[in-house]
């Protein structure tokens, strides 16, 4: 058993972000574990951008509300409690809705995620109508 000290809370990056996003490494597992956790935070209107995982991923909702689309399909309202998962290879975003703070525990499998384009501001206020 080990203890793992805390790591520092990270900026998210703006090729990835657009907006306020903060994460917190909660679990990074050792070889022969591909487990990753990160505890994110995202401003109102905050989110990510287009972005995949080659092993899928999963994101539960700890605070506020938030929304996620998978390319083409409708965009999705997240509350505390909820899980979304998202297959191997589907372009998706999630992030904070327009008036409220979001976390949520991000949970996947290994390094290998593709980024893409931002969301674009039309993109994402297509989500705000729910």
């Given at each position: ?62 605070d506020g509300v938030g929304l996620i689309q998978s390319r ?44 893409g384009d931002h969301v674009t501001d039309e993109e994402y ?6």
């Open positions: 058993m080990n203890l793992v000290p805390k790591t520092p809370t990270t900026k998210g990056p703006a090729q990835m972000f657009t907006g306020d996003v903060y994460f917190d490494v909660i679990a990074r597992g050792e070889a022969p574990s591909r487990l990753r956790v990160n505890l994110v935070r995202f401003a109102p209107s905050a989110r990510t951008a287009w972005h995949m995982h080659s092993l899928g991923q999963t994101v539960h909702v700890t083409g399909g409708e965009v999705i309202s997240m509350r505390p409690g909820d899980s979304v998962y998202t297959p191997p290879g589907e372009w998706h975003w999630h992030g904070a809705s327009a008036d409220s703070f979001m976390s949520h525990l991000a949970m996947w499998e290994d390094d290998d995620a593709t980024w206020g297509a989500g705000e109508s729910i």
